[in-house]
């Protein structure tokens, strides 16, 4: 058997159909999304179909040119690879031009190029290079460190690129790290940060501290379980606050309410800790610093928002129902949502789409390609695509846990947790599910950076995974 | 293997119970939730109303009267509006600028990204320069709406007049809309369901900027519009005209009506106006100056106005006064002429004429004190067992000529005229106990009764049908339009009625009423004079002919224009010349001319016809 035979035997063709269908059924709904009936030819190249054809093609060979490649190449060079797509990120702040609001774009003889789309295969090259190292332990403070460092460059300078979007795609690393070892309640902290950062914006801080202070309470009653210490200090936070909330009107302060509940609740753990003192209570100084850390997320959330773009302000207040006014800020959810609810089950059918025709929808056939699905092919139309990227992570997780090589595995699961971010990000916002934030949604969304750079992304795993058997380390 | 690979099992499930929630919420927002469909049928559907033709009007020959004209009303879409040159567009509409931009702000006000009339009716030389320059407005268009056109410049009151409907029409009737039209008054009133014809719609495609993209479904659930349907009247619009140019200068009510089918030849209320002024751009100011004309050009004369009858009343007193067997046709009575006749506790002036005077002859004459003698024998007829019983009786008769009630339904303002009941004078003479002589003006048509022009025109009909009468109609009934016809017999038997005629004969050839006479053709008339408390006697004259197969019965009623014989009965006698003959004879020129030409009211109309 020589050796171009065993690559084709080897070759994981499961993923390669599933990744053909979901560029195919792009290229269809791009067409559906943007169907002129005086540009009808799906092969016309002035259109961004007949383009998506090209990126189709030139995504092909970069495919076959990788699946070519000694996949030696990968492990060896994913450093100074990484190096130099982060040097490009930095080129584009200063070379790049600026398209809505975000300056990270190369112009090149009028083809635009997104370096940070290439951001991820780099990043997930150097990643699996040094949790492979040998030694490397996840849970060391070192460990983490390096890792850290290397999701912060890429994310850092695509947020100076100021596209928010993008750089949060690097979170998605977590899942990479949890199964390399990060203790699993890291994972659950984020849960719950998402959890108060939601909370947050949809009420005041004031408002969430009031809660996380019950809460902190009935935990207090849990540990201790004493009721008459419950009612006293229950009775203590609220009747200080009252007295300090009428002294504030009869004395005309200006502080605000935040800060009075703080100050009493601040009295009552100076309490807390007393008690700690004495009685050697290890639980409620739990409860105590769990509270205060919550509160402390809130207010920095709240702070943080404020630091927001507006437009990304309104695409978070939207998915929470904040400012639900349909003409405005609101306005591309809930056209979105119209979109994809009206399809039915079965839809409307191929090119009858109308909200997604007639530009209801926006950005129809890069960030809401998803919409044309829904709208044209149904609930059916949803369920096939969302079963193919389903099965495609699936596969990806299960090709990942087959590998002999360290390098390989991490890297399999940071493709299969990369799509799944972008997936999830992506179908969740279009129905409401998920803040608007502007990613494309792999395989699918027009843009020749996006479908390059995920086609990269994959084919690299798939040529790794083509050489698994020769590879032990 | 490594001791984190139980791992792969709690990211897989992540994966799936996240994909999992996502289908069940597109499960539920695809197929359980329709509120989406709605929603994206309200986005991108917008239903453009297609306006039907108006029925058309035609006269009894098939003469087109009323048609429809296009007329232009400049729309506005307000969010499309971008700033615009003022000025121009004030210079092109003649507008003033507050109020183009009070009416931009109520089209505002309605919505913002439909389109609302802005100025409507523009006429046709301002939309050509407008068509032009409207390139340079986006956000406003031309709407072309159909409105009427008239062929004749007289017989509004028949025709009335549209407008567009009113808030609380639009609430009560859901086939209308802000700014469609509906019938005001007149015939355009009355047959409004058959006139506006059916609303039919166009559904459009339209994309995020309101664009007509396409035709939904190539058209398959437009409803094509359904023209309204015509009418054919049955005036004879040559002869209103006729009658419009006699009657010019003059106020007053002409009726005419065919008395064996109940059609109406001639509709005539002087002083009348042009329909015309009803339409376009001034059609506000034009109704305001009409509306304050003292001499009432909408008030319609023929059918709105109620007035005591007159001396035409004494041919139904005579009918009754056979039927109830109190006088025979020889029957006489003496009369003193103006030396007014002692009868029982009263006295009844006449003018002077022979004496005594049988009934053909009192019919001749108009004798009063002849029908003050009939009236005490109707009334103190021994077959009752009082004045108030036999009153009772003889309102029943009367009534049964169609007094009393309406009789056309082609008109909804038609008034009923009155035929006062016994409680009513029971009422006004304070005492159950009256006699006949209390209420005797009414024996010669005056006193509480009031009857319309149409309802003596009908009185003529009864007499030439000896006994009956057709619904009286203005629109020529067929399958799906117009009132049904019915005949009415009266309470009074047919063999009573050649007495009655015999007089009329008499009053047209040699009596009161022989100003009317035709060469060759045998008149019946009866002329009677109003008392006006405000001024001169109105003239009136109730008229058929031919004596023997009637073609044609009229009453003319002129305001202010003294006795009978000397407006109404000349008028009535050319009318009918120009029905019967086709023409005016020569000797009959310089009458016509006079008839013309006098003026016998001090202001003139607004427009005359």
Redesign the interface.
């Known amino acids: 058997m020589n050796r171009e035979t065993k690559l084709l035997k080897n070759i994981d063709w499961v993923a390669i159909l599933i990744y053909l269908a979901l560029v195919f059924i792009g290229w269809l709904n791009i067409y559906a999304a943007v169907y002129d009936e005086n540009h009808s030819s799906i092969f016309d190249i002035t259109q961004s179909y007949g383009k998506q054809l090209m990126w189709i093609g030139t995504a092909f060979v970069l495919a076959t040119f990788i699946m070519l490649i000694d996949s030696k190449f990968f492990t060896t060079f994913s450093i100074p690879i990484y190096v130099l797509v982060m040097l490009s990120l930095m080129a584009v702040l200063v070379f790049g031009v600026e398209s809505k609001g975000a300056r990270s774009w190369f112009d090149i003889g009028g083809i635009r190029i997104q370096p940070a789309e290439f951001g991820k295969f780099a990043t997930c090259l150097a990643i699996a290079n040094v949790i492979s190292r040998h030694g490397f332990k996840m849970m060391r403070l070192g460990s983490l460190c390096l890792v850290g460092l290397l999701l912060l460059i890429p994310a850092g300078l695509i947020i100076l690129q100021n596209d928010t979007g993008s750089a949060l795609v690097y979170s998605s690393f977590l899942?990479v790290m949890?199964?390399?070892?990060l203790h699993g309640s890291i994972l659950l902290l984020c849960f719950i940060v998402v959890l108060i950062f939601i909370l947050t914006l949809l009420y005041s801080s004031f408002v969430v501290s009031i809660i996380l202070i019950i809460g902190a309470l009935i935990a207090f009653l849990y540990y201790r379980q004493n009721r008459g210490e419950f009612y006293r200090l229950f009775l203590f936070i609220a009747l200080s606050f009252a007295l300090l909330k009428g002294l504030k009107i009869w004395l005309d302060w200006q502080v605000s309410d935040l800060r009075l509940l703080l100050s009493v609740y601040a009295l009552a753990s100076l309490a807390g800790i007393f008690f700690i003192y004495k009685r050697k209570m290890k639980s409620v100084l739990f409860v105590l610093l769990a509270s205060w850390t919550c509160i402390g997320a809130s207010i920095g959330v709240n702070t943080a928002f404020e630091q927001l773009q507006p437009h990304q302000k309104d695409r978070i207040n939207d998915l929470l129902g904040i400012e639900n006014d349909p003409t405005g800020a609101g306005y591309n959810v809930n056209?979105s949502?119209?979109?994809?609810?009206?399809?039915?089950?079965s839809g409307k059918g191929f090119l009858e789409g109308?909200?997604t025709?007639?530009?209801?929808v926006p950005e129809q056939s890069t960030d809401f390609i998803f919409c044309t699905i829904?709208?044209e092919w149904?609930?059916i139309g949803?369920?096939v695509v969302?079963?193919l990227?389903?099965a495609l992570?699936?596969r990806l997780?299960k090709m990942?846990?087959r590998q002999r090589s360290h390098f390989s595995r991490v890297y399999g699961?940071g493709v299969?947790s990369i799509l799944?971010f972008h997936v999830?990000v992506n179908?969740?916002m279009t129905?409401g599910?998920v803040p608007v934030i502007g990613i494309p949604l792999p395989f699918l969304s027009y843009g020749g950076s996006s479908l390059w750079a995920f086609t990269i992304l994959l084919f690299i795993f798939l040529r790794l995974d083509a050489n698994r058997l020769q590879v032990f380390s | 293997m490594d001791k984190y690979s139980y791992r792969k099992n709690i990211i897989s499930t992540i994966v799936i119970v996240v994909c999992g929630i996502y289908l069940v919420r597109l499960f539920n927002m695809q197929i359980l939730d329709d509120s989406y469909q709605h929603q994206a049928l309200q986005n991108s559907r917008r239903i453009e109303v297609q306006y039907p033709a108006r029925g058309l009007i035609f006269d009894r020959n098939g003469k087109l009267l009323v048609e429809n004209q296009s007329a232009y009303d400049l729309m506005v879409i307000p969010r499309q509006i971008q700033p615009f040159d003022t000025l121009e567009l004030l210079s092109v509409l003649g507008l003033e600028k507050e109020t183009l931009l009070h009416n931009l702000e109520r089209c505002r006000r309605y919505s913002t990204f439909k389109a609302s009339t802005l100025v409507s009716q523009i006429p046709a030389d301002k939309y050509a320069i407008l068509q032009e320059k409207l390139y340079k407005y986006p956000g406003f268009f031309i709407q072309t709406r159909t409105v009427r056109k008239y062929n004749v410049s007289h017989s509004a009151d028949v025709f009335g007049y549209i407008g567009e409907v009113s808030q609380a029409q639009i609430e009560q009737d859901t086939n209308y809309a802000p700014g469609d039209y509906i019938g005001i008054s007149g015939l355009e009133k009355t047959y409004e369901t058959d006139l506006r014809g059916t609303k039919g719609e166009k559904i459009l495609l339209v994309d995020n900027h309101n664009r007509v993209m396409g035709s939904y479904y190539n058209g398959k659930y437009d409803k094509p519009a359904v023209v309204g349907k015509d009418l054919t009247l049955t005036l004879d619009i040559d002869l209103q005209e006729y009658a419009y140019r006699l009657m010019q200068n003059k106020k007053g009510g002409i009726i005419a009506i065919e008395p064996s089918t109940g059609e109406i030849l001639l509709k005539v209320s002087a002083p009348g106006y042009d329909p015309q002024l009803m339409i376009g751009w001034d059609r506000g100011k034009n109704y305001h100056q009409l509306e304050s004309d003292p001499n009432q050009p909408l008030f319609d004369r023929t059918i709105g106005a109620a007035y005591p009858p007159g001396s035409t009343f004494k041919t139904l007193q005579a009918l009754y006064g056979l039927k109830e067997k109190v006088i025979t046709p020889s029957t006489s009575f003496p009369c003193q002429g103006t030396a007014k006749t002692q009868i029982g506790p009263i006295r009844m002036g006449c003018h002077n004429h022979e004496s005594p005077v049988n009934l053909r002859e009192s019919l001749q004459h108009s004798c009063n004190p002849y029908y003050v003698n009939v009236w005490r024998r109707i009334l103190e007829n021994e077959k009752y067992p009082g004045v108030r019983d036999a009153y009772a009786a003889w309102r029943e008769y009367i009534c049964s000529f169609g007094l009393n009630r309406t009789l056309c339904p082609d008109f909804s303002n038609e008034r009923s005229g009155s035929i006062p009941s016994v409680e009513f004078y029971d009422k006004m003479l304070r005492t159950k106990n009256w006699r006949w002589s209390y209420i005797m003006s009414l024996s010669i048509g005056q006193g509480e009764l009031l009857l319309t022009p149409l309802q003596i025109a009908n009185m003529a009909c009864i007499l030439a049908n000896r006994g009956y009468y057709m619904t009286p109609h203005i629109v020529r009934p067929n399958a799906s339009t117009g009132t049904r016809v019915e005949k009415h017999l009266v309470d009074c038997p047919s063999e009573y009625f050649p007495p009655v005629i015999e007089g009329m004969v008499a009053a047209a050839s040699i009596g009161t009423a022989r100003g009317a006479a035709i060469d060759s053709v045998e008149i019946c008339a009866k002329t009677g004079t109003a008392q006006n408390p405000h001024g001169d006697d109105h003239s009136i004259v109730m008229i058929f002919a031919p004596k023997e197969k009637p073609r044609i019965a009229m009453a003319v009623y002129i305001e202010n224009a003294g006795f009978g014989a000397r407006y109404a009965v000349p008028i009535a006698g050319l009318i009918l010349e120009k029905y019967l003959k086709g023409d005016i004879s020569p000797e009959h020129k310089a009458l016509e001319k006079r008839m013309i030409e006098s003026n016998l009211i001090d202001t003139p109309p607004v427009s005359a016809p």
């Open positions: 899942l949890y199964r390399e070892g056209q949502k119209i979109a994809i609810g009206s399809g039915g089950f109308t909200q025709k007639y530009n209801f829904g709208e149904g609930f949803c369920a969302i079963g990227f389903l992570i699936l997780v990942a846990e699961y299969a799944f999830a179908i969740g129905i599910m």
